[in-house]
């Protein structure tokens, strides 16, 4: 739908899939290592952590290393966008919440007989789910964003006039 748009991770999945390759006695440490990066207050500082877990892990366990540092353009990708939008942005669990409703209620009703009914059925768990639904924070700055406003560490990046 959108060609032009850079690729983002999800920052629940991938901390996911690093903590697989990692024992038992080493996710806790590297979750925590985790959450610094993406917790960090600019890219600067993200870039300065992902090279503390790369420094701290590399030499026993390479491949959870490789998947944060070969994906590092898209799990920072959020940085590049306005500092409200982020805690939105980091993740894509609140719509797998949203279908996870739907998808429980499915298992216990055993499937939702006919198309027509899957439709309603889904149409209103959905409309009852959205009264529980954070509101975008920043939401007065989604229009600079999709006008293709630049962004750095969250902060608007006004454009220099060249004189004529």
């Known amino acids: 739908m959108f060609p032009a748009a850079r690729p983002q991770r999800c920052w629940v999945h991938q901390s996911r899939n690093v903590t697989n390759c990692l024992p038992k006695s080493a996710q806790p440490g590297a979750v925590k290592a985790m959450q610094e990066i993406y917790n960090a207050e600019s890219r600067t500082h993200a870039e300065k952590a992902i090279e503390a877990i790369a ?85 007065n700055l989604v229009p600079l964003v999709r006008a293709g406003g630049r962004f750095e560490n969250g902060v608007l990046v006004e454009r220099s006039e060249v004189a004529a």
């Open 55 to 139: 420094k701290t892990y590399e030499a026993k366990f390479p491949k959870a290393v490789a998947k944060i540092t070969d994906n590092r353009e898209e799990l920072l990708a959020f940085y590049d966008f306005p500092a409200e939008h982020w805690i939105h942005l980091r993740t894509t669990n609140p719509i797998e919440s949203t279908f996870s409703t739907v998808k429980l209620r499915t298992k216990v009703t055993r499937g939702a007989g006919s198309p027509t009914a899957a439709l309603a059925m889904v149409f209103k768990l959905v409309e009852s789910a959205q009264a529980r639904w954070r509101a975008i924070t920043g939401a």
